[in-house]
């Protein structure tokens, strides 16, 4: 059973529009969360992440929300750029010394010029 | 600079062979991972490695075997009894501790002939 869900496989957004990838977990134990971007054939790079302690993180054009009763986090973009299209990533972890991180199945965006 | 390098980018292998993936960082890091990704899925952990000398199996460990003979280097061996090991594998390296990022390889891609 998925832990970490990424629910839509694919999303298209205009250029210079939001867009929202969203990320839902089942596991209660997770309190640290992360976003990655991906290109094809290199090695996914960190782009944000958020503890359990906040409901919300910014970095730049990056912002990641957090909601725990919901178990559920999204990634906001804003703007989108073409640059931005990619697969994008959700992993969470237990925060524990050393504990692994668990990916959701990603999510390929599309930002249309 | 300081990074994760793997080696070879692109392996091809007959079938009944087994084959070793490298993977190196400077960043000093204390755990190093490998994970697995096929084609329109998510990032599967294989192994990982919180210390020298020490790894522990992932969630598909089957025909694979690790080694951390070294702090920097955490080379991924493919064996014969991988089912289906056509993928593209990626190592990874975090600091040890609550919130440190998991940074990752370029990759590689392995295809058996």
């Known amino acids: 059973d998925q832990q970490v869900k990424q629910n839509s496989p694919s999303l298209s957004v205009q250029e210079g529009r939001i867009s929202i990838l969203n990320c839902d977990y089942t596991?209660?134990?997770?309190?640290?969360f992360l976003w990655y971007k991906k290109y094809p054939a290199e090695g996914p790079t960190f782009l944000i992440s958020i503890s359990s302690i906040k409901d919300k993180n910014e970095d730049g054009r990056f912002t990641v929300f957090l909601n725990k009763s919901a178990k559920h986090l999204s990634l906001h973009i804003v703007p989108s750029q073409p640059g931005d299209s990619a697969v994008y990533f959700c992993a969470a972890s237990a925060g524990n010394y050393g504990q692994n991180f668990v990916f959701g199945p990603g999510t390929r965006l599309s930002v249309l010029p | 600079d300081g990074g994760i390098t793997q080696s070879p980018k692109y392996l091809f292998r007959k079938e009944g062979q087994n084959v070793t993936l490298s993977c190196e960082q400077n960043l000093n890091h204390d755990a190093m991972y490998w994970y697995r990704q096929d084609p329109g899925q998510g990032l599967r952990l294989i192994y990982y490695?919180?210390?020298?000398?020490?790894?522990q199996k992932g969630d598909i460990a089957e025909g694979y075997s690790v080694s951390r003979e070294k702090k920097e280097s955490f080379p991924l061996t493919v064996t014969s009894a991988q089912k289906n090991p056509t993928a593209f594998y990626l190592c990874?390296?975090?600091?040890?501790?609550?919130?440190?990022?998991?940074?990752f390889g370029e990759g590689s891609w392995l295809t058996v002939v």
């Open positions: 596991n209660s134990m997770f309190d640290y």
């Open positions: 490695s919180q210390i020298v000398n020490d790894f």
């Open positions: 990874a390296s975090r600091d040890q501790g609550y919130g440190n990022t998991i940074y």
